[in-house]
């Protein structure tokens, strides 16, 4: 049974940063491509970054970039989210998500077969 589990988020005043972390029981973990997505309250999730565990390719969502840095240990089977200049508005509860094939749209949810439980970040202005 895949599980993905988050952990790292909290509270933290703007301008903070945090680490996410989202440790996989893949067991070809590195054959994998992993997003984070986060869900602010009465809005729609929305795709964060991704990262290809092959390579190490990454791709990030406008209102991040340059903020925030996806990275993997594949012996740790483990994505991070280093997540810097931190905003009110990146208030959410982060989830990471895995894909076996290489989503056409990576800032598509539905392109990803297995999600973990997510974790809070909030963000204090």
């Known amino acids: 049974q895949v599980q993905l589990v988050e952990s790292g988020g909290g509270l933290v005043q703007a301008g903070g940063s945090l680490r996410l972390s989202c440790t996989a029981s893949?067991?070809?973990?590195?054959?994998?491509?992993i997003a984070w997505f986060r869900q602010a309250p009465g809005k729609d999730r929305e795709f964060v970054a991704f990262?290809?565990?092959?390579?190490?390719?990454?791709y990030y969502a406008v209102p991040v970039k340059g903020r925030f840095t996806i990275s993997r240990d594949n012996a740790k089977k483990t994505v991070y989210l280093q997540m810097n200049s931190l905003k009110p508005e990146d208030t959410a509860v982060y989830y990471c998500?895995?894909?076996?094939?290489?989503?056409?749209?990576?800032?598509?949810?539905?392109?990803?077969?297995?999600w973990g439980q997510g974790t809070q970040v909030t963000v204090s202005s």
């Open positions: 998500a895995a894909a076996w094939a290489a989503p056409s749209d990576a800032a598509m949810a539905s392109g990803y077969n297995y």
């Open positions: 990262i290809r565990l092959s390579n190490g390719n990454t």
């Open positions: 893949l067991r070809t973990f590195s054959s994998y491509n």
